[in-house]
């Protein structure tokens, strides 16, 4: 991948806080209240469902037949009244449009019914569900001669013609609605491609955009919006490319871009990519990086071992006054233990004033990761004393950290060994005869599917599991197993608090 340098000048920034600042007036005037007119009147639903069921029953009726019908229903026609109709048939088209046609044709039954943008909507996006793309180009020219075009129309019906791979038509509707005197919008455009994108069609987005270059120039949201989409769909060499058109416009990408080109050119295992790109940040724009992208990039070095790059950039975090998070305390704490700088990882945790359980967790799945459950069950025993309460994926790490993952895990679940027999077995409460079934096939050196640790816990969550955690326990410090028999002893011990409380709470 070749992405072009950035230049950082001051004028180039004038264009994004220009269109956060449009976006807010925008989002202030989109949750002004409605109109008194436009607010939602209680429906009657008996009227609803009768004249539903003449639309669907008569859809393919001559129009005297259905309206003959419909005005024998005497229902009051109001703006709630014609969404609740056209929520009912979210996929059909036909009755939806039989409806409009009547109350055009009848507006004296109805106190001339005026639609309005919402309406006008509704039935858009029914048209366009039901990809009929005449009727919904139709529609959409009508609502631009009366006036009644939105945001959320051009959103409704660009997604629709793009879906549909009507790109020429997706160009011509903003050449059709600024005709009708809906002008070019940059933010319009914005909202159209940050939707597409949302919805993966990014050839079609990409399109639109380079296609009304010439008449609505896009800003740095139009190009970070298409660069998202495109990692967001793995096509890394049409990121590149719209990154490399943003630069030669004169827009440097904002920070949350960066991120994105960075975690999935990681998520690819293009290792090389991601750090040139994170490099690229740290020259030009070295004060605006932030907690976000550290943790980024130390997270991804922690997982791939790589603990010379992770402590380098976490001490130049510290040096430029950021101070770390669970997260990246959490990923430090994993690669140390991992590798098997244990004291160091004791150092770094001693230094955090309240862990939590996810920092603990890092900890314990790098020392089990390196074989060292007795290190592990110590910082489970620290994190019971320093108050954190353990959870069922504590217990889960722990055992298979000291008993292992035994067996090898089925194709299917469904006819596992453990899933149809000895999960019958507890679930009909013999778990007795589950456990001893299961002893003699591993002695006998059966292939079993691997041991499920989550449902061995939970079918044991109860008073039965309360005596077999503590008696195992005790058994286990009997013959020298004593972390071991710290776990299970701590479960049972929890299992037991648990039913005392339900008892006393009922």
Known sequence: MILRPLFNQHHRRVFSSLHRLLTNESIVQQHQPPPPSLQPTPVNSDHLIRVCTILFQQQTFPDSKLQSKLSTCDFQLTHEFFLQVCNRFPFSWRPVHRFFQYIQQTPSLHNNFAHTSVSFNKMLDVYGKARNMDLLWETVQQAGQLGLVSDRTFVIVLRTLASARELKKCVQFFHLMNDSGV???????????????????MEEAKYVTLKLKDTIPPDGFTYGCMI??????????????????????????????????????????????????????????????????????????????????????????????????????????????????????????????????????????????SKRPREATEVFREMINRGCEPIMHTYVMLLQGHLGKRGRKGPDSTVNFDTIFVGGLVKAGKTLEATKYVERALNGGMEVPRFDYNKFLHYFSNEEGVVLFLETAKKLREVGLVDLADVLGRYGEKMATRDRRRNREG
Not at 268 to 291: H, I
Not at 338 to 347: D, H, K, L, T, Y
């Open 183 to 201: 002008e070019y919008s940059l933010r319009r455009l914005n909202k159209v491609v940050e939707a597409l994108c949302r919805d993966g069609l």
């Open 228 to 369: 998202k989409g495109f990692c967001d769909i793995g096509d890394m060499i049409e990121a590149s490319k719209v990154w490399n058109l943003m630069v030669e416009d004169g827009f440097d990408p904002e920070i949350q871009v960066f991120e994105k080109m960075i975690e999935t050119f990681f998520k690819k295992n293009e290792d090389t990519e991601a750090v040139k790109v994170f490099q690229t940040l740290r020259v030009n724009r070295m004060e605006e990086l932030g907690l976000s992208t550290y943790n980024l990039v130390i997270s991804w070095f922690s997982k791939k071992g790589k603990l010379s790059q992770a402590q380098q950039l976490f001490d130049e975090m510290r040096q430029r006054g950021i101070q770390p998070d669970c997260a990246t305390l959490g990923s430090l704490l994993f690669v140390l233990s991992s590798r098997g700088r244990v004291n160091e990882a004791q150092r770094v945790l001693q230094q955090i004033e309240k862990p939590n359980i996810a920092i603990y967790h890092e900890l314990i799945k790098g020392l089990l990761s």
